[in-house]
C-alpha cells in the first residue's frame, strides 16, 4: 500500500482498512464483506453527519461483518472485509464512478463529500479502496497457484423499506456475467426449502455498477453469488447464528448440485 495516503488520511487509532479472518480456510469457498464496516478516518471527522446517519444502512451493510465472520468458521472459510463506511469510499463500485463517493445517499446529503477534490478521492481510494481489493487480488492468485476452484461469495444485507416501500424478500440471490452455475444452484436450493421468500436479482440487481464480483470472477470464470439479506433478519448473535448454520448447508448443497 502507498504510504503517503496512509500517513495523510490515517491516525494511529483508526483501523485497518482490510481483515482477514480465518485466512488459512480450507474451503473452497472465499467470502467477501465490502460493506461490513463503519468507520470514518478520524482525519474525515463525522463526514458532517450525526450518529444515526452513520449506523444505519447508507453507510455499511448491517449484520454482515457478523455473519461473515460466524460463516467463516462454520464453513473453515477465509473472510476477507474492509471496515470503513461506504461513504468514506464504496468498494463496491469502480473507483473511477462518481458514486464510489457519494454524495447524496438515500435522501441523505453527505457534508464531508461535497465539493472534493480530485487528490481528495485519489487519497480515500488509495488508502482503502485499492488494499482491499489487491488483498482479495492476492488470496485468489494463491488458490490459484495451489490448483483449487474457488468460489467467490460476495456478502450484503439490504434495508427492509426503502422509499417507504417494503421489501418482501428475506434473501436474494445476484448475479449477471460470467459463470453463473453457482449463483443458480444456490437460488433453486434455497426456492426448494419453501420457507423463504427469495429474490432472483432482487432487491437489486447485478449490473455494471457492481464491482468486486466482476472483477474478480468473470474473467477467470471463478464461479460466484453476491447475496443479499434482509437487515432486520440479522439483528442480534442468535438471528446471525441461524443463518450461518442454513447458508453453509445451503451452499455445500449448491456447490455439489453442480455449481462447480
Not at 480456510?25 to 458532517?48: K, M, W, Y
Not at 464453513?75 to 471496515?83: E, R, S, W, Y
Not at 436450493?189 to 472483477?215: F, K, S, W
Request: aromatic fraction near 6%; charge should be negative; proline fraction near 7%.
Amino acid at each position: 500500500m502507498n504510504s503517503q495516503p496512509r500517513r495523510s488520511l490515517f491516525a494511529p487509532q483508526d483501523p485497518p482498512p482490510v481483515s482477514v479472518f480465518n485466512p488459512g480456510g480450507g474451503a473452497s469457498f472465499l467470502l467477501l464483506g465490502d460493506h461490513a464496516g463503519n468507520a470514518i478516518p478520524r482525519a474525515l471527522g463525522t463526514l458532517g453527519l450525526d450518529e444515526t446517519e452513520r449506523t444505519r444502512h447508507i453507510a455499511w451493510d448491517i449484520g454482515i461483518g457478523a455473519l461473515g465472520i460466524a460463516l467463516a468458521e462454520t464453513l473453515d472459510a477465509a473472510f476477507i472485509c474492509q471496515a470503513y463506511s461506504r461513504l468514506v469510499v464504496d468498494c463496491n463500485r469502480d473507483p473511477a464512478a462518481p458514486d464510489a463517493i457519494a454524495e447524496i445517499s438515500d435522501g441523505t446529503v453527505i457534508p464531508g463529500n461535497q465539493r472534493l477534490t480530485a487528490q481528495d478521492r485519489a487519497a480515500r481510494i488509495a488508502a482503502i479502496h485499492a488494499p482491499y481489493q489487491a488483498a482479495i487480488t492476492a488470496e485468489l492468485a494463491r488458490r490459484d497457484a495451489e490448483g483449487g476452484v474457488t468460489v467467490l461469495v460476495a456478502l450484503h444485507s439490504f434495508t427492509p423499506s426503502m422509499g417507504g416501500v417494503d421489501r418482501p424478500w428475506q434473501i436474494g440471490v445476484l448475479h449477471d456475467g460470467g459463470d453463473v452455475s453457482f449463483a443458480a444452484a444456490l437460488l433453486r436450493a434455497l426456492r426448494a426449502r419453501g420457507d423463504l421468500e427469495v429474490g432472483d436479482n432482487q432487491p437489486y440487481a447485478m449490473d455494471a455498477t457492481d464491482h468486486t464480483i466482476p472483477r474478480h470472477a468473470y474473467a477467470r470464470r471463478r464461479p460466484y453469488v453476491e447475496l443479499e439479506i434482509r437487515q432486520d433478519l440479522l439483528d442480534s448473535p442468535i438471528a446471525v447464528g441461524a443463518w450461518s448454520h442454513l447458508l453453509s448447508g445451503i451452499f455445500s448443497k449448491a456447490l455439489a448440485a453442480g455449481g462447480r
